[in-house]
């Protein structure tokens, strides 16, 4: 399996973006997924998942601000980002959720959130 991700860049605080992650080697409709992110310094953190049967879970720092979403025809899965904080600075990546076997990373997408 592997991982494009993309939709970075730099946003003003409060600004909005949407990632995708392009996913081949897997339909993505049979799994769940996650989406990660690295702010510089720190390590890998998890932000939200998706399973399967399409419920999904965010981490509480960006509950109610970020949403996980998929696109089961182009195999792509979303995360659409809004009222962004300096604290959502980072590089972002998705992969398998939480307490299963990861895939190789991709290269991931650069979030910068700044005045």
């Known amino acids: 399996v592997q991982f494009v991700e993309s939709g970075g860049g730099l946003v003003q605080p409060g600004g909005s973006l949407t990632l995708s992650c392009a996913v081949s080697?897997?339909?993505?409709?049979?799994?769940?997924w996650a989406w990660y992110r690295q702010a510089p310094g720190k390590q890998r953190e998890w932000v939200a998942n998706?399973?399967?049967?399409?419920?999904?879970l965010h981490h509480d720092s960006v509950k109610g601000r970020f949403g996980i979403s998929r696109d089961i025809a182009r195999n792509v899965v979303i995360l659409q980002m809004n009222s962004l904080k300096s604290d959502d600075t980072g590089l972002y990546y998705c992969?398998?959720?939480?307490?299963?076997?990861?895939?190789?990373w991709g290269q991931g997408t650069q979030v910068t959130v700044s005045s």
């Open positions: 080697g897997a339909l993505i409709s049979k799994y769940g």
């Open positions: 998706i399973e399967n049967d399409g419920t999904t």
């Open positions: 992969n398998s959720p939480l307490g299963w076997p990861l895939y190789p």
